[in-house]
């Protein structure tokens, strides 16, 4: 072996892995148990102590889930991670060891449609506010902080509409605020972005998009980048208080970076219940093996696609950060320098009625309401995810009724962009 520092092709293959040492498995095996047998009662009293490293109970930890957890981690240059049962679940425990009943988060108005639903209603009944902010103006999130603030929450490459946010200054308001920036980089991938090294503190993802890759699995993860000090200031007590929730175990104290990521499962998993399936993780590490080499292709295949349909004469405005035209394109250039994803929007001359035919009209494509599939996917958000909107709400949303979301799949770009054409010719406008 040389002492050269893996890439990031090699650690989406091996991080976390090893040839399972009980039958020499190569391929990561599925765990599928939910309980694990101790050595003896001093064995069990350890585990349940958190003195040594092992397995009780697959609610907290189950060895195929913690692999996921170790290459999410190594994958976005980070000290340690949960999986979740879910992307929204990981966004709950994310924020669960930062905040109590009254304390609020800031966050990026322009989120997928999800996160500000959970957000802006779920988060009110544990107590907690959420207050989003106007992004074009970045000095905008430190217009907003209290003295209740535990954190700003961000998309890097926000969902639907490739908007790309300004993660170093950003980052930079939150830490003068003494508060931690959380990034969900579930659209850019820590193959195109990796936030930690442009002074986030945490990381969330939705699996179930490019990281799995097949459209096979929901999951989530939270990863730590380690470098938040949680002791500088009183606004964390649940990491940096005797936690009476863990026989008054300070958990900043005890355990150092990896303080936030062992709440996360001895508390946050234990308490909330959301964690992840073993198959699931099976399934989102068979993904993330090719991660690098799909998302090569699904950023060539988008940014071909983005210019075709930007001279189509059925097409208003494409929203996609890789045209050179496209307002975040310097910051695309800066914060995702291998390409802008595979998300895009698209404008229809045709307005309402155009985006309905169209969608009906795919034949490659599916219609469905997700992104990151290795398919190409469309939606018209103004008849589905986004149809209880008024029509200020959708314009404010970058969900109009002219507007299709495409998401970019691995085919031959030749055929996706053959299936446009003949599903916008079909379309009319
Ligand atoms: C899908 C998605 C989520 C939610 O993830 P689930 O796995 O569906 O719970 C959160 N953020 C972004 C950007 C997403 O695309």
């Known amino acids: 072996m040389t002492d050269q520092e893996p890439g990031f092709e090699t650690l ?7 040839p399972d040492p009980a039958t020499g498995a190569r391929q990561t095996p599925v765990y599928q148990t939910t309980s694990f047998v101790f050595d003896d009662a001093d064995h069990a009293a350890s585990l349940f102590n958190l003195q040594v490293p092992g397995f009780i109970y697959s609610r907290l930890t189950n060895p195929t889930v913690s692999v996921l957890e170790e290459r999410c981690a190594a994958l976005e240059g980070g000290v340690g991670s949960t999986a979740t049962a879910s992307g929204h679940a990981a966004q709950i425990l994310a924020l669960f060891p930062l905040m109590q009943p009254g304390d609020e ?56 509409g490739g908007v790309v946010m300004d993660i170093a200054a950003i980052a930079d308001i939150a830490h003068e605020a003494g508060i931690p920036l959380i990034v969900d980089n579930t659209m850019a991938t820590p193959y195109l972005c990796r936030p930690f090294d442009h002074g986030a ?38 990491l940096s208080k005797p936690a009476p929730e863990y026989h008054d175990l300070t958990f900043a104290e005890t355990f150092g970076e990896l303080s936030y990521t062992i709440y996360g499962h001895a508390i946050g998993l234990r308490d909330l219940g959301a964690s992840q399936a073993p198959m699931n993780a099976f399934l989102t590490l068979l993904g993330i093996e090719t991660l690098p080499l799909r998302m090569d292709r699904h950023c060539a295949n988008a940014q071909a696609v983005a210019e075709h349909l ?12 890789g045209l050179e035209t496209d307002k975040y394109h310097g910051l695309a250039q800066r914060y995702l320098p291998r390409g802008a994803g595979a998300v895009m929007t698209v404008g229809l001359k045709g307005g ?34 986004h149809r209880q909107l008024t029509e200020e709400q959708l314009t404010a949303a970058g969900a109009g009724a002219e507007v299709v979301r495409l998401s970019i ?9 053959a299936d446009l054409d003949q599903a916008l010719a079909t379309a009319g406008g």
Do not use: C
């Open 352 to 385: 309402y009625d155009a985006g309905v035919k169209m969608v009906e009209a795919v034949e490659l494509f599916s219609h469905l309401a997700n992104i990151g599939d290795s398919r190409s996917l469309i939606i018209h958000p103004a008849s589905t995810t």
């Open 409 to 417: 799949g691995i085919e031959s770009v030749a055929d996706i962009i």
């Open 12 to 18: 989406a293959v091996h991080a976390g892995g090893a």
């Open 105 to 160: 988060i800031i966050a990026a108005n322009k989120l997928y449609g999800g996160s500000i639903n959970q957000m802006g209603h779920s988060y009110k009944k544990f107590g907690w506010g959420a207050k989003f902010v106007e992004t074009e103006d970045t000095e905008n999130f430190r217009r907003a902080i209290t003295d209740r603030t535990r954190a700003i929450f961000i998309e890097s490459l926000a969902n639907p």
């Open 201 to 238: 503190d945490i990381v969330v993802h939705s699996t179930t998009k490019f990281l799995s890759g097949n459209g096979t699995a929901i999951g989530g993860v939270v990863v730590d980048s380690g470098k938040f000090n949680w002791m500088q200031n009183d606004k964390f007590p649940s």
């Open 310 to 321: 930007s001279l189509h004469k059925s097409v208003d405005w494409v929203s996609y950060a």
